[in-house]
């Protein structure tokens, strides 16, 4: 147990709530300051944004360059601010990582699980840890879990094992302290998973949707027996029907939370289940197209521009992450200032390319995929795209099922779309590929990306 880290996380808990109650202007207020000390900051100790921001110290934020993650890796060195941090360095410390030491004594390391791109390393200090677990503690209460030094929760965790990402590192710092956490891999069989589930009885339970999903059907179909008080979902799009499945076993105990490696949280549901609220006093998130212009709120964007208030190590201003997400145009009615986003539509590469009738590109939202497949009576769901044809995978399908009309609807919605409609191939498997962090993407492409 670490307890300067716990003494910090108290303290800063406290100050996350308050800022929760902040009003509107006193919100723009914070973070107009905040954001001002953070390129402070940068410009004093990060000889590339120096130069990144030359001409521009003063220039809204908004004007000023995106920060992609190839620019971030090949500036790697200049870019942190601790000299002694290396890329090479950090490289070796995350391929042969041992027991829990911190890379130099004092960071954090993870790193992105590589499904959209090369992979990307990430470091922080312990300040800026306790505030990424302090941010994760409020969106906890948020959900209903209020941690207390005097009463012990029982946690499961069920996402990456892997000790590189963050949501086991996360897992890790909170376990054997006044929440004791079940981690288990999302990559584990199902009969395991249910199993160590049935023993343990989590009062909470944090797991990727795909697996909630899963886990939904079992505990309808009588092999769960868990009455987890709140249920997290975070890292993969929580579509309509896996939000049904989950109340309709458990009640009405499901929150969705979202965030990215690079940023940690940046967004939770509150108890009015309305949406979730953006981190706002934390993140500063623009939402916009593929060419970088500002989204209105209302309209999905193609990707956001992230900057990370908090962020001294490795200061991450107008970073771009490749998530398709709206902002809701009304606040909620729970009071908090924060925005919310109404929807989320995952993940950029998620979006297929078809050719058109004169071979033009068309571009198929990953949403309309979701309406379809949705409601299917389906244990599991994965759209892969080929050169030659679109494989949908399916798990849990009953005798009844009628395939051909599921891929007449395909070529209906995708013809739709104004795309040539592919080859469908329905495959039954016995299980949706994972990925290497244990994720199972709806839909995905095996086609290179093309260059934007
Ligand atoms: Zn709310």
Not at 53 to 74: D, F, I, N, Q, S
Not at 132 to 143: D, I, K, N, T, V
Not at 223 to 233: G, H
Not at 405 to 427: K, T, Y
């Amino acid at each position: 147990m670490d307890v300067r880290l716990i003494t910090q996380l108290l303290a800063k808990r406290g100050r996350l709530r308050a800022q929760e109650r902040m009003a509107r202007r006193e919100l723009e207020d914070y973070r107009a300051q905040a954001l001002g000390i953070l390129r402070d900051f940068a410009y004093a100790h990060s000889s590339f944004y120096r130069e990144f921001h030359r001409g521009l110290y003063a220039a809204p934020l908004e004007e000023l360059p995106v920060l992609t993650k190839a620019t971030l890796m090949a500036h790697f060195d200049d870019l942190v601010t601790d000299r002694a941090v290396r890329l090479e360095d950090v490289k070796a410390y995350a391929a042969d990582r041992r027991g829990n030491g911190l890379f130099l004594g004092r960071y954090q390391v993870y790193a992105t699980s590589g499904t959209s791109g090369r992979p990307g390393l990430f470091l922080v200090n312990r300040d800026e840890w306790s505030t990424m677990l302090a941010a994760a503690l409020r969106s906890f209460e948020g959900a209903g879990i209020r941690l207390k030094l005097t009463r012990r929760l029982k946690m499961a965790q069920i996402t990456s094992a892997n000790s590189s990402h963050m949501s086991a590192q996360g897992g890790r710092s909170m376990g054997n302290w006044w929440m004791p956490v079940l981690l288990l891999s999302a990559s584990e069989p199902v009969a395991t998973i249910v199993g160590r589930l049935n023993a343990w009885q989590p009062e909470a339970l944090l797991a990727y949707a795909s697996i909630i999903r899963v886990l939904a059907d079992e505990q309808s179909a009588g092999r769960l027996a868990i009455a987890p008080r709140t249920i997290i979902s975070g890292s993969e799009v929580l579509t309509r029907e896996t939000r049904r499945r989950a109340v309709e076993a458990w009640g009405d105990v499901l929150f969705n939370m979202h965030g990215t490696t690079e940023c940690g949280g940046i967004g939770a549901e509150c108890d009015r289940h309305r949406g979730m609220h953006l981190q706002e006093d934390l993140v500063i998130v623009e939402v916009v197209d593929r060419h970088n212009r500002p989204v209105p709120v209302g309209e999905s964007g193609e990707k956001l521009l992230v900057t990370v208030l908090a962020s001294r190590t490795q200061p991450l201003i107008r970073y771009e992450v490749d998530d398709s997400l709206r902002l809701a145009p009304d606040p909620c009615p729970c009071g908090r200032a924060f925005s919310l986003i109404d929807e989320i539509q995952g993940r950029v590469h998620e979006i297929l390319s078809f050719p058109g009738p004169a071979g033009e590109g068309i571009n198929v939202h990953p949403i309309v995929f979701h309406n379809l497949m949705d409601t299917l009576s389906v244990s599991g769901w994965q759209i892969v795209q080929d050169a030659d044809r679109l494989h949908v995978l399916l798990t849990g399908v009953p005798a009844s099922f009628n395939e051909d009309s599921l891929a007449d609807a395909i070529g209906r919605a995708l013809a739709g779309q104004g795309a040539v409609v592919p080859r469908v191939n329905i495959e039954h498997v016995p299980a949706i590929p994972q990925n290497e962090s244990g994720k199972t993407p709806l839909v995905k492409s095996n086609l290179p990306r093309s260059p934007e």
